[in-house]
């Protein structure tokens, strides 16, 4: 079955610090990759999306997120943390096509930023 | 400049008592999602509609309703709340449905069951 895996739960890093944020997907053909952010009692925003071409994606505030099919991973990296980043995570595939096409999401990582 | 819009933002309702939470968008897309997404998990897709077609999800429980009047709207109905139906629900949008098109999210309803 599809699915999106985020080993993480729960990230602290230092403010400046750099930030990877891991996310693994199964699914067979062509993934359809997103990261998007929530903060505390808001809705969900796209940082960034990978459809194809250029495994290297750039987003939103500063991140970026590297497609690897070898690994099946689109990994989420910043390379200066600020401590507006604190926030919750998600890493999300397409699944299905057309009308039946959806989101599944994976169950995202927290990540708190120290001073 | 608000493009997805979720009223109220916190909604509390009473065990059995049917509640409805509104989304409206001013993008004038096509597709309209609902998400429920529980304390500490991901979102989890209820149901869309593309244009005037409903699209339920196989998971979705017979509790949850949706109405779609108008290209604006969409109304989430849950017809007798249990304590379990407390989350926050999400409403999206998208031009088409997916696969490569980007859903816009609303900020959230709250929903509390007491």
């Known amino acids: 079955a599809q699915s999106v895996t985020q080993p993480d739960i729960h990230i602290t890093v230092s403010e400046g610090a750099s930030l990877e944020l891991r996310c693994n997907y199964s699914y067979g053909a062509t993934p359809y990759l997103f990261w998007y952010v929530q903060s505390p009692g808001q809705g969900l925003q796209l940082l960034l999306k990978y459809f194809s071409g250029d495994t290297l994606v750039q987003g939103i505030k500063g991140f970026e997120a590297e497609f690897k099919r070898s690994q099946s991973s689109f990994n989420l990296r910043k390379p200066s943390v600020h401590w507006s980043d604190a926030a919750e995570y998600f890493c999300?595939?397409?699944?299905?096509?057309?009308?039946?096409?959806?989101?599944?999401f994976g169950q995202g990582t927290t990540l708190q930023v120290k001073p | 400049d608000a493009m997805v819009i979720q009223n109220p933002r916190y909604q509390v309702t009473q065990f059995g008592k049917p509640v409805t939470l509104s989304c409206s968008q001013t993008l004038n897309h096509n597709v309209m999602y609902w998400y429920q997404q529980k304390s500490s998990q991901a979102p989890k897709l209820l149901f869309h509609?593309?244009?005037?077609?409903?699209?339920n999800e196989a998971d979705t429980p017979d509790n949850f309703q949706s109405r779609r009047p108008n290209t604006s709207f969409c109304f989430l109905d849950i017809r007798s709340p249990g304590l379990g139906d407390a989350a926050m629900y999400l409403c999206?949008?998208?031009?088409?449905?997916?696969?490569?098109?980007?859903?816009?999210f609303g900020p959230g309803t709250r929903l509390t069951v007491l």
């Open positions: 999206a949008t998208s031009s088409y449905p997916l696969s490569t098109d980007t859903q816009y």
């Open positions: 509609y593309y244009d005037k077609d409903f699209n």
């Open positions: 999300a595939v397409v699944v299905g096509s057309g009308n039946t096409g959806k989101l599944i």
